[in-house]
């Protein structure tokens, strides 16, 4: 296997920019040094230290000509998918372009992360056709799906660890399992990957002795050790503190620009998925209710839009499940 | 009217469906046998857990049937004059029955359980479809070798169990009731055919070790991801697998002795 050399690229988000994330992290903490991916550990100065002033918008256009080509990486046309009774996608159409974070997001239980599986083919369709790098997932032959997969990169909500194993041979297991390579080129290579997230330190540990931030960060780590084309990050921001959340929303934006990566992030967190996204996919009853920029999102005439993004708890989505009324449940 | 009608063909369909899934995954399994040869840590590792893990139990458990087969042997035998048959009636019981049907009740009760509970907690916290996304067959890298080491184990554990039981008959015939150790020995060299009676039991320990085995990776293969869905499976595995294996031991043994 070959090892693609990351690009650096002088491209920041806005919120590690504005030193929201990673700038206000403490020095002494040990996730200070954490998000530093292979070519900063390399030598270079950590993207989010150099204080790049540059808006988002320069960014997309950046990040959107770096796959090299117009074709979107991944073409969803006409998706129907239901469980059931129960319709999750009512003939969805989505473009995820090369080079960009794109976002998808929505309330909770929409299908974000059905539409992960179903873009992975670990799903299938109803209806509708899903295509990746140009192959349509759902008629390949298993060898081709799988050699497919070792392209694609997925970060689970639970990390998804192999528990039985050390953080070193989870990282190494993919590694191992499609290369041929030595085992002391594996171990630079994991090493690598672990001092990207700021884990190396913890490649002994099993995965039980891991924070649930420290877990994510070791399987995004394992997720780029074949150095795939795109990553699919399934709610990564949920349940982490503050500094783990930074260090994350942080490594996710400069994983993908400095290894030219694709990105997909399935989330309801939305300022910080938004200061990371070039662009955002709102989807809801089974429909993708808005797309753009996360300025063009943000600035959409449509109320549930507007609701969604801003948390308001009043509008066209009701907090409470239909109920009667109070006073008759209490009293009557 | 018709609603208990519909309930029955529903719970009928999901049964033939369930059937059809465990036969597919079967075919999975085995169809990863030659390339999980070529790793024999990952065989051995499950002939560890599967098999080294039960000996305890295996040893403990046969040591106490044969000492109750002894006992009671001896009191029945001993109203016809027969007590020094004692030896054979003993190792035929466990060589023939009681060796194979025991062992792979206890292996469903311990390492059946824990492999439908391993495999479906991995799956309920995801491990398979990671590996699944990182274009590692689920099937053939977990659930084969884990077959591999049922089917290995289940006729060591036996054989053990027998061997054990015959000591643990040994001990109360002879040593407590006054056998003649000869007559013990002699009987049992005498009268027990190794094709007819240890072949035999061999095979039937195979065929527990496939339908135990398969029994307990399909419950955790196919359990609901949810912590009541795993509880439901590892029941299932030890009721499913002791229902099969006494229904098999049957017809196995109509088969091979019935004449």
């Known amino acids: 296997m070959g090892i693609r050399r990351p690009r650096q690229t002088r491209h920041a988000p806005s919120s590690a920019r504005d030193g929201r994330h990673a700038g206000t992290t403490d020095p002494g903490s040990p996730l200070s040094s954490a998000p530093v991916p292979a070519p900063i550990a390399q030598g270079a100065k950590p993207l989010a230290a150099r204080g790049d002033s540059r808006d988002l918008a320069s960014g997309v256009k950046r990040a959107a000509g770096a796959g090299g080509s117009g074709m979107p990486l991944v073409r969803i046309r006409g998706l129907c998918f239901a469980r059931g009774e129960r319709v999750v996608f009512d003939g969805v159409d989505l473009d995820i372009q090369r080079g960009q974070v794109t976002a998808v997001m929505g309330p909770s239980g929409t299908g974000k992360t059905t539409l992960l ?122 349940g982490q503190d503050p500094i783990s959340m930074g260090v994350l929303v942080t490594l996710i934006r400069q994983l993908n620009d400095a290894s030219r990566l694709t990105s997909i992030v399935v989330s309801h967190d939305v300022r910080e998925t938004a200061g990371i996204a070039d662009r955002i996919y709102l989807i809801a ?48 | 009217m018709l609603e208990p009608l519909r309930e029955l063909g529903r719970g009928g369909l999901d049964a033939l469906a369930g059937l059809g899934r465990g036969h597919l995954l079967l075919v999975g399994i085995l169809m990863g046998l030659p390339q999980a040869t070529a790793r024999p840590r990952l065989l051995l590792a499950q002939v560890f857990n599967v098999g080294v893990l039960s000996v305890l139990i295996i040893a403990v458990s046969g040591l106490f049937v044969g000492m109750v087969l002894g006992l009671q042997g001896y009191h029945v035998l001993s109203q016809f004059g027969a007590a020094q048959s004692l030896g054979v009636m003993v190792a035929a019981s466990l060589v023939r029955e009681l060796g194979p049907v025991v062992t792979a009740l206890l292996v469903a009760g311990r390492a059946g359980s824990a492999l439908t509970a391993e495999v479906g907690l991995m799956k309920a916290t995801e491990q398979l479809s990671g590996l699944e996304m990182m274009a590692v067959d689920p099937v053939k890298r977990i659930l084969t070798p884990r077959f591999f080491g049922g089917l290995v184990s289940m006729p060591l554990l036996a054989a053990m169990f027998s061997a054990v039981g015959v000591l643990g008959g040994w001990f109360v015939g002879v040593g407590l009731l006054g056998v003649d150790e000869g007559a013990y020995w002699g009987q049992i060299q005498a009268k027990i055919d190794f094709h007819e009676d240890v072949v035999n039991g061999v095979i039937k320990s195979l065929v527990f070790g496939v339908v135990v085995t398969w029994i307990a990776l399909f419950q955790g293969y196919d359990a609901t991801p949810t912590s009541e869905g795993v509880s439901r499976a590892t029941t299932r595995t030890v009721v499913h697998s002791a229902l099969a294996v006494l229904g098999l031991d049957f017809v196995m043994t109509a088969l091979m002795f019935g004449d």
Do not use: C
């Open chain 1, 285 to 332: 009853n089974g429909k993708v209710m808005a797309q753009g920029t996360p300025e063009e999102v943000d600035a959409a005439g449509s109320d549930w839009v507007h609701q969604f993004m801003h948390g308001e708890p009043d509008g066209p989505v009701h907090f409470h499940y239909p109920a009667p009324e109070l006073e008759s449940d209490f009293l009557g």
């Open chain 1, 117 to 238: 599986k179903l873009i992975s083919g670990q799903l299938r369709p109803d209806a509708g056709i899903i295509e990746v790098d140009g192959q349509n997932v759902h008629r390949l032959s298993h060898g081709d799906l799988y050699r497919l997969r070792t392209r694609m990169g997925m970060l689970f909500q639970s990390g998804a660890l192999l528990t039985d194993l050390t953080v070193f041979d989870n990282v190494a297991y993919p590694l191992r399992e499609h290369t041929r390579l030595p085992a002391s080129m594996i171990r630079k290579l994991v090493l690598m990957k672990l001092e990207a997230v700021g884990l190396r330190g913890a490649r002994e540990l099993m995965p039980s002795e891991l924070s649930g931030g420290m877990a994510r960060r070791v399987a995004l780590a394992r997720a780029v050790a074949l150095d795939p084309m795109m990553i699919m990050y399934d709610e990564p921001f949920t």
